[in-house]
């Protein structure tokens, strides 16, 4: 479960700025370690989260799945939702199923007084894509379309998200065996769940003009990531 000493609004509260800025560009320097033990204030840490998800080049579900997201979530549909899931890239889809999976801890902890409703309304701008608005009436019913669309995805049994952080990624439905493992990892990086719990090691990225190099980061290295906040 969540730490009880991290209190009240965990994603909902803000660290500092520049604390924020500086603990992410340390964490996406090549072969620069982070003890995130070190870091007092855990609304520093939802910060870097959030704004590393928020200035990725293309949200995490895709200018391109965005809409599909949202019109599946108006129809409660969720063979749509899964089809949606399936089809977003694979460092996405990974990366998606431990945040979420780490976003069902935070909202299930009696000491965060943030059920998934807030936590939808918080998370939904930084992983959904908002289209463009013309008026305030369109931009609040694109927002609750976004907010939707994380209720769901945080509604999901917890099996299905265990699933796809399997070797065998299974995505298209929320039945099977889960995850059994203590390490969920992108398959084919190994080597980067090989480090002591709370530090973070980013890779060396192989190709710098890789527009996906932050998210693989991000999405290898998440177990020891959310080491700190779960206990």
């Given at each position: 479960?969540?730490?009880?000493?991290?209190?009240?609004?965990?994603?909902?509260?803000?660290?500092?700025?520049?604390?924020?800025?500086?603990?992410?560009?340390?964490?996406?320097?090549?072969?620069?370690?982070?003890?995130?033990?070190?870091?007092?204030?855990?609304?520093?840490?939802?910060?870097?989260?959030?704004?590393?998800?928020?200035?990725?080049?293309?949200?995490?579900?895709?200018?391109?799945?965005?809409?599909?997201?949202?019109?599946?979530?108006?129809?409660?549909?969720?063979?749509?939702?899964?089809?949606?899931?399936?089809?977003?890239?694979?460092?996405?889809?990974?990366?998606?199923?431990?945040?979420?999976?780490?976003?069902?801890?935070?909202?299930?902890?009696?000491?965060?007084?943030?059920?998934?409703?807030?936590?939808?309304?918080?998370?939904?701008?930084?992983?959904?894509?908002?289209?463009?608005?013309?008026?305030?009436?369109?931009?609040?019913?694109?927002?609750?379309?976004?907010?939707?669309?994380?209720?769901?995805?945080?509604?999901?049994?917890?099996?299905?998200?265990s699933n796809?952080?399997?070797?065998?990624?299974?995505?298209?439905?929320?039945?099977?065996?889960?995850?059994?493992?203590?390490?969920?990892?992108?398959?084919?990086?190994?080597?980067?769940?090989?480090?002591?719990?709370?530090?973070?090691?980013?890779?060396t990225p192989?190709?710098?003009?890789?527009?996906?190099?932050?998210?693989?980061?991000?999405g290898t290295?998440?177990?020891?990531?959310?080491?700190?906040?779960?206990?």
């Amino acid at each position: 479960g969540i730490n009880a000493e991290y209190g009240v609004g965990l994603y909902r509260l803000s660290g500092t700025n520049k604390q924020i800025k500086e603990l992410k560009e340390r964490m996406l320097r090549p072969r620069c370690q982070v003890n995130l033990r070190k870091v007092d204030d855990i609304n520093v840490l939802t910060g870097v989260i959030k704004s590393f998800l928020m200035n990725l080049n293309d949200p995490l579900l895709t200018s391109m799945l965005s809409e599909d997201f949202k019109d599946a979530a108006e129809k409660n549909s969720l063979n749509h939702i899964f089809d949606c899931v399936a089809r977003l890239p694979h460092e996405n889809r990974h990366t998606l199923a431990f945040l979420v999976s780490h976003l069902q801890k935070v909202s299930d902890s009696e000491h965060t007084k943030m059920p998934r409703s807030n936590l939808a309304r918080v998370m939904a701008p930084t992983l959904v894509a908002a289209v463009p608005m013309t008026d305030m009436d369109s931009a609040v019913k694109d927002s609750k379309r976004c907010t939707k669309v994380m209720e769901i995805l945080l509604s999901l049994p917890p099996s299905y998200w265990s699933n796809i952080m399997s070797p065998s990624d299974e995505c298209s439905s929320p039945t099977g065996v889960g995850y059994s493992g203590e390490d969920p990892a992108t398959p084919g990086t190994p080597e980067m769940l090989r480090v002591q719990p709370g530090i973070y090691q980013p890779p060396t990225p192989t190709n710098k003009g890789d527009s996906t190099i932050t998210q693989r980061v991000f999405g290898t290295r998440k177990k020891t990531f959310f080491n700190k906040f779960e206990g």
